[in-house]
């Protein structure tokens, strides 16, 4: 480790050695983000330079943040949707369908397929489908099987990991619960297509104060506590401990500050 640790710290003290880089000229941008400013300096340079300046921590008028704010909602899918509802499921399910389903032609929109964050969120969905049929099967071998996804949303994971192993299987049953009535509404039509609507229950509630008739051997938590601070996911799991059965399982994706930014 230490080996490559200094290896590593060499080579960025070479680059630094000849001059400014690539990155420290282009305030670390990635390439996605690089294309994106390039097409909206082309099409509207102050937009262009508020990202810029927003990025850098520098001041912006109250005009142009409202300039901003109308130029995105009116150029992208995904800044309409969020703005008119920042908790909204919708977001996160456009990233699951991904680039390879979506026709959004617009240049924002096509960053927020490509960059990072949402091919993260794209591989978090397949990491829980790839994980999860094998916490069912451990916990098969003790009986009936009974699910928990807070924050659910519509709960494509669940319905995708019923839908491949499941659909005939007794035993295993998940309920889903978020405060979005909508969410869930598309989550019921979801599970409906997929034929496992029989395998799950929808409740509109907020999971911290959700009081469920029986206690779950699995607790899913997706997304739930990413854009937290530590102190506030620990209250979070403080309070969804009552929900466990002896021995249950909390799958949960993984918190990270990086996900602040």
Request: net charge positive; with cysteine.
């Amino acid at each position: 480790m230490a080996n490559r640790f200094h290896m590593w710290k060499s080579e960025k003290e070479n680059k630094s050695a000849k001059g400014n880089t690539r990155e420290e000229k282009t305030a670390k941008f990635t390439e996605d983000a690089l294309q994106l400013l390039e097409i909206l300096g082309g099409e509207n340079q102050k937009i262009k330079n508020f990202l810029i300046n927003s990025y850098k921590s520098l001041p912006v008028s109250l005009e142009t943040k409202e300039e901003f704010y109308n130029y995105f909602i009116t150029h992208s899918v995904f800044s309409a949707a969020t703005a008119a509802n920042p908790a909204s499921s919708v977001i996160t399910e456009l990233l699951y369908e991904g680039k390879e389903k979506l026709n959004l032609p617009s240049p924002i929109d096509q960053y927020f397929l490509r960059s990072k964050a949402g091919r993260s969120i794209k591989a978090r969905l397949n990491a829980v489908e790839e994980e999860l049929p094998k916490i069912i099967e451990e916990y098969r071998r003790k009986g009936k099987v009974l699910i928990g996804n807070l924050g659910s949303g519509p709960g494509r994971d669940v319905i995708n990991v019923f839908s491949a192993y499941y659909q005939n299987t007794p035993g295993i049953e998940a309920i889903h619960v978020d405060k979005d009535k909508l969410a869930l509404e598309r989550g019921k039509r979801m599970a409906k297509i997929k034929q496992v609507s029989h395998l799950i229950k929808f409740v509109e509630e907020n999971f911290l104060k959700y009081k469920p008739e029986e206690k779950f051997d699995i607790v899913l938590l997706i997304g739930m506590l990413c854009p937290l601070d530590f102190h506030l996911c620990v209250m979070i799991l403080k309070k969804i401990k009552r929900l466990f059965k002896k021995g249950g399982c909390l799958l949960a994706s993984n918190v990270s500050k990086k996900m602040l930014e």
